[in-house]
């Protein structure tokens, strides 16, 4: 009997869970625990992380669990990384369904920056208006750079914060190109800092630099081991059906 565990948080993979509750496929939702409020799921929900490897593939082998869909983010590498290796050990066939990257067009002026850390260095100099879409996960690191005033859009209420100058939006996207470009202006924006995390989500602040002629810091994603990379919900269901 088919007991797919998917690892969540993502559009994607609340998509893939949709569908998979009208077609009455038994599986698990896992959230990584990292948003206070995350959306409800038509399935069995599980929050926090599984102890690394060996935790993964022990709830693997405890649940009899059958298949594995990797739909976090794609910067999740570490997470991604463990099921690979998780299954790999468990033999569990496992799929990642992820969101093509986004693509530099006519009038964008992206500089790609591999990690964070080079991401954080570039922003070296005198100060400037930064809109920071790196997520809360990764404020500490930018306070090797105080002088400069950040805008941050974050899914949750922050709390206490290591950079000494910034405004905080809390909203869940999506978002739109006329809203980000507006909010830009208003705070003055001078440079994009952003994940390139692909989708449509979260691509409204991209069209709006271009449209405002503002420079783009584009942190490329991490490279992951060998896996299956499929892009749709349909492409999943046929390999599910074909595995």
Not at 16 to 24: C, D, H, I, T, V
Not at 94 to 115: C, K
Not at 214 to 239: A, F, G, K, N, Y
Request: charge should be negative; include cysteine; glycine fraction near 8%.
């Amino acid at each position: 009997m088919t007991n797919l565990l998917i690892l969540g948080g993502t559009t994607e993979a609340n998509a893939l869970a949709k569908s998979l509750a009208e077609q009455g496929i038994p599986a698990t939702y896992s959230y990584a625990g990292r948003v206070d409020n995350p959306r409800p799921q038509p399935m069995p929900v599980r929050v926090g992380g599984f102890g690394g490897v060996e935790g993964l593939a022990r709830y693997l082998r405890d649940h009899a669990v059958t298949h594995v869909i990797d739909a976090t983010h794609p910067f999740a590498a570490q997470m991604s990384n463990n099921a690979v290796t998780a299954c790999r050990e468990t033999d569990v066939p496992l799929v990642a369904l992820t969101r093509p990257a986004w693509a530099e067009q006519e009038g964008d002026r992206w500089r790609h920056i591999p990690d964070i850390d080079r991401a954080v260095d570039a922003l070296s100099g005198p100060a400037r208006r930064v809109f920071l879409a790196v997520g809360r996960m990764h404020l500490e690191d930018f306070a090797a750079q105080p002088q400069h005033h950040y805008l941050l859009r974050l899914v949750d209420e922050p709390g206490s914060l290591p950079l000494p100058r910034c405004d905080v939006i809390v909203s869940r996207g999506p978002f739109t190109e006329a809203d980000d470009r507006a909010l830009m202006q208003h705070h003055g924006i001078e440079l994009v800092v952003s994940k390139n995390a692909g989708g449509t989500g979260a691509r409204a602040k991209l069209d709006a630099a271009r449209a405002l002629g503002l420079p783009v810091l584009m942190i490329d994603r991490p490279i992951l081991p060998q896996r299956t990379e499929l892009s749709s919900v349909t492409q999943v269901l046929d390999w599910l059906a074909h595995s």
